[in-house]
Every structure is written in C-alpha cells, then in structure tokens.
C-alpha cells in the first residue's frame, strides 16, 4: 500500500510539472527592445495621445481632468491647466492636425485650439447629444468627426458651431470604436458579445454577430482596409482580405499563456504590434504569421491597453496608473 501512495505523489508530482512547463511561454524573444519607459508626472489613467504638426509638440489626455504636453518628442512631458473648474473631467481623446486640435471628454465637454495648444476654447455641445464625446479625428481646417460613447457620430466644417449627424441613431453602449484611414468605422458592443460596423454613404450601423463564444476585447482596421479582432483568452483573427465580412481561422500569438491581449497596431505594412494584460507585448514580423515576444516589458506592473504609431518610427504604448512607453527603435527584422 505504501508503494501505491508512494507511486502515486510521484504522478501527481509528474502531471504537476508537465502542466508547469506546458503553461511556460514557449514564444521566441525579440532580439533588441525597442521600447523606454518613459516617467509622466502623473498616475491618472492615460486615454489618448496626439501631435502636432511640429513633431515635438504633442498631447496626453486621460482621467483626473489630466493634460500633459510635451516639447521634445515624448520624452519629457508636463502637466497643463486649462482652468476648467471644480469638475473633474476624463478626458477620452486627443487629435491634431497641424496647429488645430480637439479635446473630447465626459462629462460632455469639448475643447478646441487653433494655435497648437498654447490657448484652449470649450466649445459648447447640445444637451440632447446622445452619450458623452468619446473619439474626436481632426480633419483639417475648422473640420473634425467625433463620436461617442453610445456610437453616434458627428462631422463639423465650422470649428464645432455646428454638427451633421452621420448615422441616424447610436448603435448602443460601445466597449471601443474605431477608425479606418477611409472613414470606416467599427464598434464593439459594451458586454463584447456583438460588433456593429458603419461606412460613409450607409444611414445606419450594421449589427454582426461574433463568430465563437469569446467575448470580443477590442476590434480596428489593418492597413490594407481588413478587419482584426482580439477576443478573451488571447484570440487573435482577421478578417478575408478579398471578403472583409468573412473571417480567417483564430490564432493564439501564445497559447501558453493566460494574459489577455487588449490593442493592435501597425508600425509597418507588415510589421504588427500586440500588447496585452501584465506588460504582454508581442510582435510579428510578417504580418500576423509568427510572433515575438519582448520579455523586457513583462516586469511592468500595468496592463497596456492602447498602442499607436504616429509615424513608423513614433510609437507609443499607453498602459494603467501613468504608465507610457515609447518607441525608440526598429527590432531587428524590422
């Protein structure tokens, strides 16, 4: 009978070791970090960054009516005031283009500047705007389209003292929304159990069922106008590049792991950028077919939830409680 127990700790022992090792990453390490932490004075949760056309001028919005500009680059940034009151405000989006930028926020609140930023206006909003402002696009002189948080989206040509409606009713609670570069929109419902999607000319969204029983995280647009989606559990998918309402089959970048992934981004036409849950960063080199991992940033103690290239070679990763990372450098196949 011992002989029995004894034999039987030694499988148990086994089997626990065996589960150990298959839950350790077995995704190859990038050559070179790219990416430096970079110290905001602030541990307000980061939202949204942007340029201006002077490439050292830029913006960070988030929560705790918090703005930060920089002059350098993104390597040094510090808080702005804009006097705005007693009200705390989360502000939801940032966009510039050249000297012309567009605050949004909630509650509802709108700011606008014709001079890079050095003189802000609060541009005034209908009380009946459905939601609160949530993603604003500059478009270029007194020109901007913003959405909001429940997925109606607005267009101005008069630097915001009037506003078209693009879509006749809000499609709901929205989780995130997206922007193609040809003015295409998609929008992940609040719970993650539906996507709807939007092209200029339709009057309405289009509703769209998920396509497994993973909650979709966060959806937006590849280069080359395709769809990709990260769902719960470390699911990635894209859409056909010749039918974009069908999809390929579901890949796990690492399987091995339980982080879940939350933003994707392009740096190159093949060049992809994943980030996730516990400092998870991952990349592919040729478009989404095998992936890296960067273990250097795995010691963050913060989810990276929001990625954005501004250039090629600009980048910057937006994590939890200030965290900010920036892109300094190509990897090595890069």
């Known amino acids: 009978m011992n002989f029995f127990v004894r034999t039987l700790k030694q499988i148990v022992i086994l089997l626990v070791v065996a589960l150990f090792c298959a839950s350790c990453s077995s995704v190859p390490s990038v050559s070179n970090n790219p990416w430096q932490v970079i110290e905001l004075p602030t541990t307000a949760n980061i939202q949204d960054i942007a340029f201006t ?3 050292d001028r830029g913006w960070l919005v988030g929560s705790d009516s918090t703005i930060l500009e920089t002059t350098d680059g993104g390597k040094t940034w510090e808080p702005r005031n804009l006097s705005l ?4 405000y989360r502000f939801t989006g940032v966009s510039f283009a050249g000297s012309e930028g567009w605050i949004t926020g909630e509650p509802a609140i709108l700011l606008h500047t014709t001079d890079g930023g050095k ?6 909003l209908s009380n009946k705007l ?7 696009l500059a478009l270029g002189p007194n020109s901007a389209e ?14 915001g003292q009037n506003w078209k409606a693009m879509v006749q009713e809000a499609v709901g609670v929205v989780r995130n929304i997206s922007r193609s570069e040809d003015g295409k929109y998609v929008a992940v419902s609040a719970k993650g159990n539906f996507y709807s999607t939007w092209e200029p000319g339709q009057e309405a ?9 993973r909650r979709v995280e966060n959806m937006g647009f590849a280069q080359d106008g395709r ?6 559990g470390g699911q990635l998918q894209f859409s056909d590049p010749e039918k974009h309402d069908e999809w390929q089959e579901a890949q796990y970048p690492e399987i091995s792991t339980s982080w879940g992934l939350l933003d994707l981004a392009y740096r190159t036409p093949e060049e992809i950028w994943v980030t996730g849950g516990s400092g998870n960063l991952l990349r592919s080199p040729d478009g989404g077919k095998t992936w890296e991992k960067d273990r250097e940033m795995e010691n963050i103690p913060s989810n990276l939830y929001k990625i954005k290239f501004v250039t090629p070679d600009r980048g910057f990763i937006i994590g939890q409680r200030g965290v900010l990372l920036k892109y300094e450098g190509s990897s090595s196949a890069a």
């Not at 009151?85 to 705390?88: L, V």
């Not at 913003?146 to 040509?157: E, F, W």
């Open 53 to 55: 056309d002077d490439r």
């Open 85 to 88: 009151g007693d009200q705390k």
């Open 119 to 124: 003189s802000w206006t609060r541009i005034s």
């Open 130 to 136: 459905p939601g609160a402002p949530n993603t604003i």
């Open 146 to 159: 913003m959405t909001t948080n429940v997925g109606a989206i607005y267009r101005t040509q008069d630097a």
């Open 205 to 213: 969204w289009v509703s769209h069922n998920r396509n497994s029983s």
């Open 227 to 232: 769809l990709w989606m990260v769902a719960r």
